[in-house]
């Protein structure tokens, strides 16, 4: 146990690449996600198109493989979005890729409110942006909010894909002290961490569901 008590703090200092890569996908990829699935509803044929196949190819590629694409591939273009700076890049794939996967949560989510309430609701006068508002996206809302409960789990988990490009979040601090002591103490540490970060997560969300449902 002493030897876990002076590794503890060694792993934790990875913690900010790791909540910074949640917190920073989260908070983008889920208006980005809104966005693409309304315009994957709408009539407009190449809105539509595109951003389906934009969900077409973000879900049937794997995330690590497009955070090697934005890193390497985008300059090997001559596309120079961040340097050599490889946080920003993590930030850009894991985004792009979050949000087609809440795109998909979404769209599915708006077509199932049944067209009859707002063909109802335009009879009564109500604008477009009154029934998105009043309507549609409170039921969106409910009906998506455990479906998004399971990518923000599956999102904390795969934020240890970073250490592909060198940054040091738990894993790679993990994986370095398992090499040097030669132990897989290290790894059952991270995995308490990951255990403890998604247990408050689901807690959390367990609240937020509570609380669509009383309401509603």
Do not use: H
């Amino acid at each position: 146990m002493t030897y876990i008590f002076k590794i503890i703090p060694q792993i934790l200092d990875g913690l900010g690449i790791t909540f910074g890569t949640f917190g920073v996908t989260l908070v983008l990829s889920l208006p980005l996600g809104m966005l693409i699935a309304l315009c994957r509803v709408s009539k407009n044929k190449v809105l539509s198109s595109i951003s389906g196949i934009y969900t077409w190819v973000l879900r049937g590629t794997p995330l690590l493989l497009q955070m090697f694409f934005v890193f390497f591939g985008l300059p090997a273009i001559g596309i120079q979005l961040f340097g050599r700076m490889r946080l920003p890049y993590v930030y850009l794939a894991f985004v792009l890729n979050y949000a087609a996967y809440f795109a998909e949560i979404f769209r599915s989510g708006i077509q199932s409110v049944e067209k009859g309430q707002i063909e109802a609701a335009r009879l009564l006068g109500f604008k477009s942006s009154q029934i998105n508002q009043k309507i549609v996206m409170p039921q969106v809302v409910k009906r998506t909010l455990p479906s998004i409960g399971n990518e923000i789990i599956t999102l904390i988990k795969d934020t240890s894909l970073v250490y592909a490009l060198g940054l040091t979040e738990i894993f790679k601090i993990a994986r370095s002290i398992s090499t040097r002591d030669v132990t897989i103490a290290p790894y059952l540490v991270v995995g308490c961490i990951y255990l403890l970060i998604t247990a408050i997560i689901t807690k959390i969300l367990g609240l937020a569901e509570k609380k669509v449902y009383y309401e509603e």
